[in-house]
């Protein structure tokens, strides 16, 4: 079996890469490995970026150093495989609103890009979109509980509108993708899907202010630096953990029930910002130094994943409950510490 792993050496595409090798496919790691998210966390962009890398090489995956706009050269890696997972993004609302030719080139163009691949070339593929694509006119329908936001019901599932409230550039690219992924099930009849993912933690996450709050919480707990909360801190969500995704990942393949999926813990592993960090102080057996700033543009106060439709057609649900994932990430950075030293503090 050949497995394509779009942004490969990310966090994400670093864990896919590492299962698919570990069972014995030829796996390619599509990267272009830009440092441009990396920069904006404070750490050693170097290290951190050939972190990923270089224990991939280890294992025995191939890296192809190529970018997902370049038609052409992803073409020629995909047609030779029987399963294409799209990872590749630029992820965070902040830079897409700093950057919006990069976040629509990134995201539109480039999943358009892979969605062609999985046509001329019927491969089964999934596509990591974002449960930010729901919009956050969700804050309306919130309660402000003690420690976190409170919404009833509490999971929400994928017939709840879509791109509600005040949108960032973010919002438009992830929703355009996951809505070509569903105009080309409908069209081609592809063996495909769109996971809307909720937020994701675990090891090999450079998570910063911009994007990855798990990991950034458990980073700047363990080396001793402030950390920021924008907003109360009450915002809520049904974290999972990067072994359940790529479970998610393998049950798409083994089914092939094309569509788009909610993809999250659901209310089991529903935490707050706050919750986190205090789940992390107890793991470290030390305070952490917080900060609060004004809330940002579209934020998203509130999600926790109504997963029935992936529970009935692909057969999978989240496993790992935060504080056994927390506690292995937390773990991952103490061995990990020389990667996240800031320089000038
Ligand atoms: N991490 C989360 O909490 C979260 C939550 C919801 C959705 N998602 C989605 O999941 C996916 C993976 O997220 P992640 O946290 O692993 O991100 P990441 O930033 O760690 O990894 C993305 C990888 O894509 C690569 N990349 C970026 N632009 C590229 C391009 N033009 N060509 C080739 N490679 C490119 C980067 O170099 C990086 O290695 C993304 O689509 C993201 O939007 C993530």
Redesign the pocket.
């Known amino acids: 079996m050949k497995v394509l792993v779009?942004?490969?050496?990310?966090?994400?595409?670093?864990h896919v890469c590492e299962h698919y090798k570990k069972n014995g496919a030829k796996v390619y790691a599509?990267?272009?490995?830009?440092k441009?998210?990396l920069r904006r966390t404070g750490y050693s962009t170097e290290k951190a970026r050939f972190h990923?890398l270089d224990y991939l090489k280890s294992i025995g995956v191939e890296i192809i150093k190529?970018?997902?706009?370049d038609a052409k050269t992803l073409e020629s890696y995909a047609k030779k495989s029987d399963f294409l997972i799209?990872?590749?993004?630029?992820?965070a609302m902040t830079i897409s609103w700093e950057d919006p030719e990069l976040d629509f080139?990134?995201?539109v163009v480039?999943t358009f890009n892979v969605l062609e691949c999985a046509r001329k070339f019927r491969i089964p593929t999934v596509?990591?979109?974002?449960?930010?694509i729901y919009g956050n006119k969700i804050k309306d329908e919130v309660k402000e509980g003690k420690t976190r936001y409170i919404r009833r019901p509490v999971e929400i599932d994928e017939n709840h509108p879509l791109v509600e409230g005040m949108l960032t550039p973010l919002h438009a690219s992830?929703h355009a993708a996951d809505l070509y992924f569903k105009t080309y099930i409908d069209t081609y009849k592809l063996p495909i899907a769109s996971f809307r993912?909720?937020?994701?933690?675990g090891s090999r996450?450079?998570?910063g202010e911009d994007?990855?709050?798990?990991a950034n919480f458990a980073i700047r707990s363990v080396m001793g630096y402030p950390l920021t909360i924008f907003g109360t801190g009450k915002q809520a969500r049904d974290i999972l953990h990067v072994s359940d995704l790529v479970r998610s990942f393998d049950a798409f393949y083994k089914t092939q029930k094309a569509g788009v999926y909610n993809i999250g813990g659901g209310k089991q592993t529903l935490i707050s910002l706050i919750e986190c960090i205090h789940m992390i102080e107890d793991i470290l057996g030390k305070k952490s130094e917080i900060k609060y700033q004004p809330s940002r543009m579209g934020d998203l106060v509130y999600f926790a994943c109504d997963t029935t439709k992936a529970k009935k057609r692909l057969r999978w649900s989240a496993k790992v409950m935060p504080r056994q994932g927390i506690e292995e990430l937390v773990d991952w950075v103490q061995k990990n510490t020389s990667l996240f030293e800031i320089k000038n503090g």
Do not use: M
């Open positions: 779009t942004g490969g050496c990310g966090f994400a595409g670093s599509y990267d272009n490995l830009t441009f998210e990923n190529e970018d997902i706009r799209h990872t590749a993004a630029q992820p080139t990134t995201n480039g596509s990591c979109a974002t449960i930010h992830k993912l909720t937020g994701l933690y996450q450079f998570g994007h990855g709050w798990v």
